[in-house]
T-cell receptor
Framework: DQQVKQNSPSLSVQEGRISILNCDYT??????FLWYKKYPAEGPTFLIS?????DKNEDGRFTVFLNKSAKHLSLHIVPSQPGDSAVYFC?????????????FGQGTTLQVKP | KAGVTQTPRYLIKTRGQQVTLSCSPI?????VSWYQQTPGQGLQFLFE???????NKGNFPGRFSGRQFSNSRSEMNVSTLELGDSALYLC??????????FGQGTRLTVV
């Protein structure tokens, strides 16, 4: 049973445009969500997070939106740059509030074309 | 501040052997978690250690084990290796309720 789902395996956008990556979850008790970026053969790099008590968090070009009623979160990257090309994972922290155990989606490969 | 360090970066082992991977967390981080990444299964949680105690465990067989030392460094061990254990093994460290930071990973190939 996949509790965190990224239904789009890939996304291609033009440089300078907006990239929107989506993530759905099934457990309404998740209380913390994170986005990671990953290059092949490297560890994931933390991008941005959001607590379940918020609906938006912004950090530079990255904004995460959380819709608790829809159990959906999205990552917006504006403007997109070629260096953003990577695999993006969303992750959820179980209700204990302990980020030592994260449940990951399957990832979305973003390609930003120059 | 140094990041999470995993050693070795690459490892080739034969079926039936055992392997030990090492992880040094970010200074001050007491939680160390291990994940397995494979093409088919994505990133899957193995276990988490906090203050030398296993705090969480994923759905992996008993061949996968770990431990944490008093300096928060952690090791994971896989015994009786199978071909399917070939994967990128990732270690992450965190303070209790904050973001987890990952190391570069250890690429294990079982032949």
């Amino acid at each position: 049973d996949q509790q965190v789902k990224q239904n789009s395996p890939s996304l291609s956008v033009q440089e300078g445009r907006i990239s929107i990556l989506n993530c759905d979850y099934t457990n309404s008790m998740f209380d913390y969500f994170l986005w990671y970026k990953k290059y092949p053969a490297e560890g994931p790099t933390f991008l941005i997070s959001i607590s379940s008590i918020k609906d938006k968090n912004e950090d530079g070009r990255f904004t995460v939106f959380l819709n608790k009623s829809a159990k959906h979160l999205s990552l917006h990257i504006v403007p997109s740059q070629p260096g953003d090309s990577a695999v993006y994972f969303c992750a959820a922290s179980p209700p204990s509030g302990n980020t030592g155990k994260l449940i990951f989606g399957q990832g979305t490969t973003l390609q930003v074309k120059p | 501040k140094a990041g999470v360090t995993q050693t070795p970066r690459y490892l080739i082992k034969t079926r039936g052997q055992q392997v030990t991977l090492s992880c040094s967390p970010i200074s001050g981080h007491r939680s160390v978690s291990w994940y397995q990444q494979t093409p088919g299964q994505g990133l899957q949680f193995l276990f988490e250690y906090f203050s030398e105690t296993q705090r969480n465990k994923g759905n992996f067989p008993g061949r996968f084990s770990g431990r944490q030392f008093s300096n928060s460094r952690s090791e994971m061990n896989v015994s009786t290796l199978e071909l399917g254990d070939s994967a990128l093994y990732l270690c992450a460290s965190s303070l209790s309720n904050t973001e987890a930071f990952f190391g570069q990973g250890t690429r294990l190939t079982v032949v």
